[in-house]
């Protein structure tokens, strides 16, 4: 890396990417911060998504593929000292490499296309880790895209960012969309919209999910509210076979969203007649 080591907390410099740890900032600048290897790798495979590196340099040693990559794609790239990396950082052990990442979220229009089989909504979803988990989950289920409504936590959220895992940078992400609009778009588009919600009429096992769907995930503690449900083709709850009161909306999402995808790519429609 070029330069000296980047030593002084109280510099412009850090001051300016620390700042980004709150929305109005990330908002304003349209960019965010991207913390630990495996996110930063991801953005890096994105052309022109990461505009500034930093890392200690135990990190420069343990990652020199990464540091390289940047230096290839000609991201400026600063090595930091570890008292530097702990104020940039938000975890509580630092890895030592850190990314400045421009917005990549895409328009709603562009993220739900024609041939979209599989999308997943979160509505009023607060808790970033869950929200990222989310993400990551519909990452590897194999979704279209992720669409993140006006009333849900910004995916650029530190915790949702590391949550995530990289799948940020994997699939088309929405953000700030009324649950209304994406909805609408959704149907206009040929999918089936389900609310996942355990009040639901029916079960998972009794819907047919063999054709396109969008499932529509609500806030952790209560749920999806009336006026969403209602928008919905209809409202599914994942059965409770044991003891358990519930599960976390996380644990329900990757159940909706790989029941789905296994439906989808068994090419086979279900014994289940499909609900009107």
């Known amino acids: ?35 630990g290897p495996q996110a930063v790798r ?37 090595r930091a000292s570890g008292e ?8 509580v052990t630092p890895q030592g490499l850190l990314a400045v990442c421009r917005f990549v979220h895409v328009p ?7 041939d979209a089989r599989l999308v997943a909504v979160l509505a009023h979803v607060r808790d970033p880790g869950n929200a990222g988990t989310v993400l990551r989950t519909a990452d590897a289920a194999g979704a279209d895209a992720v669409v993140f409504t006006d ?18 940078f994997h699939l088309p992400v929405v953000t700030g969309t009324p649950v209304a609009r994406a909805v609408g778009r959704l149907k206009e588009r040929g999918l089936r919209v389900l609310a996942a919600d355990g009040a639901g009429e029916h079960t998972l096992d ?25 928008l919905a ?18 644990t329900a999402a990757a159940v909706c969203l790989y029941a789905s995808a296994r439906s989808q790519r068994a090419g086979s429609r279900s014994s289940v007649p499909r609900l009107p």
């Open 233 to 250: 083709d209809d409202v599914v709850r994942v059965p409770i076979y044991g003891g358990a009161e519930s599960l976390n909306l996380a």
């Open 1 to 35: 890396m070029a330069g000296s080591e980047l030593t002084n907390i109280k510099s412009p410099r850090v001051k300016a990417v620390r700042r980004l740890t709150k929305r109005a900032f990330r908002d304003r600048d349209r960019s965010f911060i991207a913390e």
């Open 206 to 230: 009794d819907v047919d999910l063999s054709g396109p769907i969008a499932w529509v995930f609500g806030n952790e503690a209560w749920g999806l509210p009336e006026e969403i449900l209602k």
């Open 108 to 114: 709603l229009d562009d993220a739900v296309t024609a």
């Open 151 to 168: 009333a849900s936590v910004d995916p650029y959220n530190g915790k949702c960012v590391r949550a995530s895992a990289g799948s940020l």
């Open 84 to 91: 530097v990396m702990a104020e940039l950082a938000q975890t």
């Open 42 to 78: 991801e953005a890096l495979a994105l052309d022109g998504v990461v505009t500034q590196l930093f890392a200690t340099a135990e990190a420069e040693v343990r990652h020199a593929d990464i540091v390289a990559a940047a230096a290839a794609a000609g991201v400026p790239s600063q």
